[in-house]
C-alpha cells in the first residue's frame, strides 16, 4: 500500500518532468572533445552529429540523404563529384553556410593533424565552382564516395579563423574542443568535459524539426549498474548501452523498456597466418597448426556461436557469416550461410591434418571492450576443448590489449569491427588485404592473412562504378576469405538500450543515439 | 631540533620522488594512450606523429624528468583525454571529493561517538545487539555492494534519494558546493554514508572499547561512590578520556577516506577526482594519473610531516637533539 503510495508519487513527479520535455540521457563514454575533426570515434562522432551536419547524412535505415547538399552526381567520367549545396542554411552562431565552409572543412579535416584524413585519401581536388556547388574530384573513380563522407561535418570557416581554431590540436586543446558551431539541429548550452553535457534545439535549423525536446543533458556514467538504477529511478530517460544481463529487469519493470537492434560489428576470431611457430603455452616454438587450413576450419566448426547467442548473449545477437553485417553494402548474399556447428566433423579435420592427439595455444581477448568479451572467449575455449584442442585464454582490459596485438603476441585473437563507411570494402581494406604500410593497407590484419587475389581485387572494388560488377567482385573477395577461413565469424553484437516508456526513439545499427528522433509522450 | 626538521623534510621529498619515480615506471604498463586518441582508419604515420608530439617515445626517466621539472614550475602537463591542463582539471574536481571526505567524516565521527557511547553504557540489549550486528555487516561488505544496495534501495525502490550525480552544484569560481540546495544535500546522503561506514564502525568500536574499560576505572567508581548521578559520570568524566586515541585514530583516517573515495566517487558516478583518477586510467590519461598520485603522495606525506612535528612539540627528547 505504502510503496504502490510511493509509486503514483513519483509518478506525479516524473510527469512533471516529462511537461518540460527535458531529455536525460546517459552513456558510458564522454565524448573526449567537441572537435568533429580531431578524433575518429563514434562516441565523438555520434554526439556531434547532433550538432554538425555534413553534406550528406545518414536516415534511419543508415541510407544517406540530403543534408547540407540538395544533390550530387558524378562527374568527369566518374572521377569526382558535384555537390550542389542548400541555400539558407546558418550557422549556430547565425552566419551563413556557402562552399567556402565546405572547403575550409575539407581542409580542415583532411590535414595532418586532423584523425578524419583518411577519409580524403582518395581525394585529389577540392574547387569551388560557385557560392553553392563544389567539386570534389578523386584520383580514380570511387563510387561510393558520397556514403563514406556522411560523418564528415561542416564547420564555419569564419568562426574558425575568429577563435583561433583553424586546425584540430590534439595536444592543447582549443576553442573546437570545448566550444561548437554547427548547422544541426542542437546547439550546445553547456560543456562540462566528463560530467555533463546540455543542449537546446537550434531554432534556425533548416530542417523540420521531428522531435518535442525543449532541452536535453547528457550524463556519462561510468558504472553499468548506477546507469540500470538511474533508469529504473526515472532520473534518466535513456541509457546506452543496458547491461545484457540486467536486461530482462529494465523490461519487466513498469515504466522502462528495452530496445534492442543489431548493431554493424561483428565479432570475430584472428589467427597468427604468418607466425611460424606457437607462441604461448608449453606447445611454444613447435609449428604453427593454424597455418594449416584444415586446423583454422576445425575450429570454426568446433564453435557453437547458437549457443554463445543464447547463453551469453540472451539471444539479442545474430549469426554472422562475413566481415559484415546483412545492413550494410556490399554483403554477400551468395556467401550467406555461416559455418554449421560440427563437432565431429572437426576432429575430423583436425586428425587429417595430423593433430588427432590436439595441441596447445594462447588465445588474446579484451575483457572490457565488446559485450561480454570475456565471457564468449572462455565459451570459446570450452568449445574448443571438446574437440581435442586446448587454448589457454588470456583476457586484459582493452588498453593493453592493442598494444599486445600490435607487437604480435598471440596465437589467436578476439576482434570486432564496425566498417566506417557500412560498406563490405572497409573491412577487406583493413582486415583481409596483406598488410602494406605505404600503401596503408591491412592496418589491423593482425594476424598478417595473406591473398594476391583478394589484393588484387580490392583496388578494382575500390573504383568500380557499376553496382552490380563491385558486388560480383566483393562476392569474390568473401569466398576466399571464407574458405581460406581467414577469419572466424561469430556474431554480429546486438544493441541493447533503455528507455522510460514515455519515450519514442530511433536505433541506428551504427550505435549512434540521434536526438532529433526523439519523442517525449 | 633544526637538524630533525630538515631530516624529516627531506625524507617528506624523497618519499614523492619515489612515489613519482614508481607511478611513471608503471605507466608504460597501463596501455597505449594512442589506442584512444586515434580512430581505427589511422595509419602508422599518424600514430608515430602523435607519440612524437606527446613525447611518449621517450624513455620513461626522461618523461618523469620532464614532468617533475613541469611541476616545480606549477605546470603538470596536459590532460590526453580533454586537452587542458592536468592541474586544472583536477583542482576543478577536487571540491566534489573534500565535500563528500568532510561530510562522510562529520558523519562517521558524529554517529561513531553517539553510538559507541550508546552501547558502552547499554552493554545487552536488543538495541546493542542490532546495532552491533548491522555494524558488522557494514564492515565485512565491501564499498561498492554498499553503495549498489543503498542505491536499490533509497534510489530505485523508495525513490527518495538521486542515485547518481551531486545535484545542483553552486560556483564560486575556485569552490563548488552542493550544501547550499536541498538536490545537493539530497544527493551527498547515499555516498557519505557509503563513503563513512567503514570509519563509522571503526569509531564506534573503538569507542565502545576505550568506554568500557573507563567505566571499570577506581575514579568512576568513587565518583559512583561519592552520589554523582550516571549522567554526570558518563558525560563528564568517562566520555573526556575516551575520546583522546579516537581523535588520533579519526585523524589517520581523513587521509583514507580521501583515498577510498574512488570506489565510492565510481558507484555514484560521484564528479570528484576518484572517478577523474578511474577515467584517466580507462583513458590511459598519463598527466591527469601522474598529478593525482603525486597529489595524494602529497596529502599522506603532509599529514605525516606534521604527525612528526607534533612528536617534537610534545616528547622533549626530540628537542634536546636526541632522537628517541
Known sequence: MKRSLLIALSAILLSGAAQAETFRWAGKTDPQTMDPHAVNSAPVLGFLNNVYEGLVRRGKDMAIEPALATSWEAIGEGKGWRFTLRKGVKFHDGSDFDAKDVLFSYERASAEESDTRSWFAPVSEVKIVDDFTIDIMTKAPNPIFPDSIANWMIMDSDWAKANNALRPDKKNSNFATLNTNGTGAFMVTDRQPGLSTSLKPFKGWWDKAEHNISDAKFTPIDNPATAVAALLSG???????????????????????????IEARVIMLGFGHDHEKIKFTSDANKANPFQDIRVRQAVAKAINVDAIRQTIMRGSAEAASQLVSPAMRGYSKANMAPTAYDPEGAKKLLADAGYGDGFSFGLKCPNNRYLNDEAV???????????????ELDAMPVQTYWPELRADNFDMYMLGWSPGTFDHEHPVRFLVSTPNKEKKLGSWNFGGFSNARVDDLLPMVQSEIDDSKRQGMIDEIVSIYQSEQAYVPLYVQPLVWGTRDNIALTQRPDNFFILRWVNVK | MISYIIKRAMQSVVVLLAVGLVAFGMFRFVGDPIDNMLGQERTDADVERLRELLGLNDPFIVQYWDFLTGAIQGDMGVSFRQGRPALDIILERLPATLELATVSAVFAMVMGILLGIYTAINRKGFVTTTILTTSLIGVSLPTFLIGILLIYIFAVELGWLPSFGRGDVVDFGWWTTGLTSWAGIKSLILPAITLGLYQMTLIMRLVRSEMSEILRQDYIRFARARGLTEKTINFRHAVKNTLIPVITVAGLQIGSIIAFSIITETVFQWPGVGLLFIDSVQFVDIPVMASYLMLISVMFVGINFIVDMLYLAIDPRLRDGKEG
Not at chain 1, 534518466?236 to 537492434?261: C, E, F, L, Y
Request: glycine letters at 8%; proline letters at 5%.
Open chain 1, 235 to 261: 532520473e534518466v530517460d535513456m541509457i546506452n548501452p543496458v547491461p545484457i544481463q540486467d536486461a530482462a529487469r529494465v523490461d519487466s519493470q513498469n515504466g522502462t523498456k528495452v530496445i534492442r537492434g
Open chain 1, 377 to 391: 572467449c572462455q565459451a570459446v575455449t570450452a568449445m574448443l576443448a571438446q574437440v581435442g584442442i586446448k587454448a
